[in-house]
């Protein structure tokens, strides 16, 4: 499952939790899109607002990562 679904699953959209982490709704694309990784402090934040593990959050963000590499723009 993708981060986005997560997401959306736990009640969230990008914009909602963007302003629940404090940061840019581009920050939360650039977390699903495996482009960026949550900093320590959002990542924590993050995982107690959607009810998901920081291990599960940075798996499905490296997976995205992974994917990106595989079928580059």
Do not use: H, W
């Not at 607002?49 to 940075?58: A, N, R, T, V, W």
């Amino acid at each position: 499952m993708e981060l986005s679904d997560l997401i959306l699953k736990a009640g969230y959209t990008p914009k909602k939790l963007a302003e629940e982490l404090g940061v840019t709704k581009f920050a939360i694309y650039a977390y699903t899109s495996g482009r960026a990784f949550p900093g320590a402090e959002k990542l924590c934040r993050m995982s107690n607002i959607l009810g998901i593990s920081e291990k599960k959050i940075l798996q499905t963000i490296a997976e995205a990562r992974n994917e990106k590499r595989k079928y580059p723009n």
